[in-house]
Nanobody
């Protein structure tokens, strides 16, 4: 079964940066699209960014485009999210997930997520 462990969150001031990591196991990592999602209090989970298995193509939500960068290291079964120019509205619990194609839903095996709080 898919197993995902997010880390790297914390408290940061507006304009600051954080780098999130997601370690993955239980599936052929390099064959899967990896994605970052976030869920703010009293809001639905939303897709932030994704990256293809090879790492050649990436996609971003308009709200984070130009500020966040998704990357992956297939040798380490790890996907990253570099977050720069953070804003208070980025405050959320961040999750990663996996899917073999864009036409299917992400795995039901969500990790616990990592909290990102942007506040002065």
């Amino acid at each position: 079964q898919v197993h995902l462990v997010e880390s790297g969150g914390g408290l940061v001031q507006p304009g600051g940066s954080l780098r999130l990591s997601c370690g993955a196991s239980g599936f052929p990592f390099s064959m899967y699209i990896m994605s970052w999602y976030r869920q703010a209090p009293e809001k639905e989970r939303e897709l932030v960014a994704d990256i293809t298995g090879t790492g050649r193509r990436t996609n971003y939500a308009d709200s984070v485009k130009g500020r966040f960068t998704i990357s992956r290291d297939n040798a380490k079964n790890t996907v990253y999210l570099q977050m720069n120019e953070l804003k208070p509205e980025d405050t959320a619990v961040y999750f990663c997930n996996a899917r073999v194609t864009y036409t299917v839903q992400p795995s039901g095996s969500w990790g616990q997520g990592t909290q990102v709080t942007v506040s002065s």
